[in-house]
């Protein structure tokens, strides 16, 4: 019996959406994981604060960035530059002082 030869998937909406969910999802978990680092850092004492608070506020920059590009509303791409402001600020400052 001759088997079919075999198709190359085909990405289609459905392969999208769980992509740019599984993303997401993963994002959320790292901005959980950097924000127990933080704290941890903070009780401890240890100057890597700075950097994961940096860390913390380009991301939510970097959200913010991407609701512009889908809305298209300015309120979003203002709040981002000033998130990403602090966050560069703050790296800048954790790279000095260490």
């Not at 998937?9 to 599984?22: F, G, L, Y």
């Not at 100057?47 to 939510?60: R, V």
Request: glycine share 10%.
């Amino acid at each position: 019996m001759k088997q079919p030869p075999k198709q190359r998937p085909v990405k289609d909406e459905r392969d999208e959406q769980i992509d740019t969910h599984s993303k997401s999802e993963a994002l959320d978990f790292m901005i959980a994981a950097t924000q127990i680092l933080t704290i941890m850092c903070l009780i401890k004492g240890n100057p890597a604060w700075k950097g994961s608070l940096a860390l913390l506020f380009i991301g939510g920059a970097a959200r913010l960035f991407y609701k512009y590009d889908k809305y298209e509303e300015k309120p979003y791409i203002q709040v981002g530059i000033g998130l990403g402001l602090i966050g560069v600020a703050l790296f800048v400052w954790f790279g000095i002082t260490g």
